[in-house]
């Protein structure tokens, strides 16, 4: 509750100086999930279901048409849960947007910054339960939807029982007509205790995806089409094991489809077996799907689009996992909602259900 007093207090104050010179601007967030993950048959994974909701509150000082000032909180509520809130983190950033470039430093919402990163990097809970990163994100695009970007973010600040940890990371997309080359990376850092605690070693993790494909769409319901390959390389190391680096290497292959809101994503892993310090750094160091421990993985994800805007995004799905000679289920409801004080007003033509079309 005292984070939360604390935004109130901010929240005063940004009301204060608006009063007398800058714009006043808000935002809201709100993020449903359940999240029913039926893995009993997996020695990867664990069995569970994951259901609750972000509330993420935020106000802004306006410096100019593309500089503001941010400060908010994210709420995290468990369904069942007797609590009045499960988690609270504080958030305050810098926010530097036009239409082709944005830049926030301080703690601030993931969505749609990292949004283009697979499972193979941050499996689903991430999502749900780290929405905010602490530190700094870059990105260009231009017309054509091409991007690059760079970020970090600070996930564990060293102290006697919180090891020190941070993420640097890297990707973009290329488009030539329906060809696209993608890059999606990233350097995890798990360090020590401050001061040292000499029972813990220092780990480090980087991963990159490259990939090759082709992307069409079409404005006759065709939302996606696309088809890739690619090559996921890792460096891996416990200091304490030893000070060379673990190199696993796979193949991967992607065929994704949706057309008026009914979709698959379908991923495919096949290579050296990774998350080799699994048993001593688990998901600390470990961010994506566990499922990668095995030497081959399958992610068939079926999904229907209740609701599409510029608001709302509403989904259904049932993914499937297919290792260790063994099938799994996933079923998954999403809801997220985003309004600010920018957006255009909800238009009665616009068209949000895109099943209406099949009748």
Same mark, same amino acid.
């Not at 305050?92 to 949004?115: H, M, N, S």
């Not at 990371?169 to 290329?174: D, I, N, R, T, V």
């Given at each position: 509750m005292c =984070? $939360?007093?604390?935004?109130? +207090?901010?929240?005063?104050? #940004?009301?204060t100086i608006s009063s007398f010179s800058q714009e006043l601007t808000w935002k809201l967030g709100y993020n449903y999930f359940f999240d029913n993950a039926e893995y009993s048959q997996s020695s990867y994974s664990v069995d569970q279901t994951m259901h609750g909701m972000n509330l993420m509150p935020e106000i802004g000082i306006k410096l100019d048409k593309s500089q503001t000032i941010f400060t908010g909180v994210n709420l995290l509520k468990i369904a069942g849960s007797p609590s009045?809130?499960? &988690?609270?983190?504080?958030?305050? *950033?810098?926010? *530097?947007?036009?239409?082709?470039?944005?830049?926030?430093? %301080?703690?601030?919402?993931?969505?749609?910054?990292?949004?283009? *990163?697979?499972t193979l990097f941050f499996k689903d809970s991430i999502r749900y339960f780290k929405p905010i990163m602490h %530190?700094? +994100?870059? =990105?260009?695009?231009?017309?054509?939807?091409?991007?690059?970007?760079?970020?970090?973010?600070?996930? %564990? *600040?060293?102290?006697?029982?919180?090891?020190?940890?941070? +993420?640097?990371?890297?990707?973009? $997309?290329?488009?030539?007509?329906?060809l696209f080359g993608?890059?999606?990376?990233?350097l995890y850092h798990y360090a020590n205790t401050t001061p040292s605690t000499e029972s813990i070693n220092v780990s480090?993790?980087?991963? #990159?995806?490259?990939?090759?494909?082709?992307?069409?769409?079409?404005?006759?319901?065709l939302d996606t089409l696309l088809f890739a390959v690619g090559g996921l390389f890792a460096l891996e190391r416990n200091r304490g094991v030893s000070d060379d680096f673990d190199k696993p290497l796979g193949l991967t292959a992607r065929f994704n489809a949706e057309y008026n809101g009914v979709g698959t994503d379908n991923l495919a892993y096949f290579g050296n077996k990774r998350m080799i310090h699994?048993?001593?750094? &688990?998901?600390?160091?470990?961010?994506?799907?566990?499922?990668?421990?095995?030497?081959?993985?399958?992610?068939s994800k079926w999904y229907v689009t209740l609701i599409r805007s510029a608001h709302t995004n509403a989904?259904?799905?049932?993914n499937v996992h297919v290792t260790e000679k063994q099938v799994m289920f996933q079923q998954t409801i999403t809801l997220s909602v985003n309004i600010n004080k920018q957006r255009k007003r909800y238009q009665q033509s616009e068209n949000i259900f895109p099943l209406s079309k099949f009748f």
């Open positions: =984070k $939360l007093r604390a935004f109130l +207090f901010l929240f005063f104050i #940004s009301l009045f809130t499960d &988690g609270e983190d504080f958030m305050a *950033y810098y926010q *530097y947007k036009t239409p082709k470039v944005i830049f926030r430093a %301080g703690a601030f919402p993931k969505e749609d910054l990292l949004d283009n *990163y697979s %530190g700094v +994100f870059f =990105k260009v695009n231009n017309d054509n939807n091409d991007f690059f970007n760079v970020w970090m973010d600070w996930t %564990g *600040y060293g102290s006697e029982s919180i090891r020190e940890s941070f +993420f640097i990371g890297a990707s973009g $997309l290329k488009t030539r007509g329906a993608e890059l999606q990376s990233y480090e993790m980087f991963q #990159s995806h490259v990939s090759l494909g082709m992307s069409f769409s079409n404005t006759r319901g699994y048993n001593k750094d &688990g998901d600390h160091l470990y961010w994506g799907t566990p499922f990668l421990r095995g030497k081959s993985y399958l992610e989904k259904v799905g049932v």
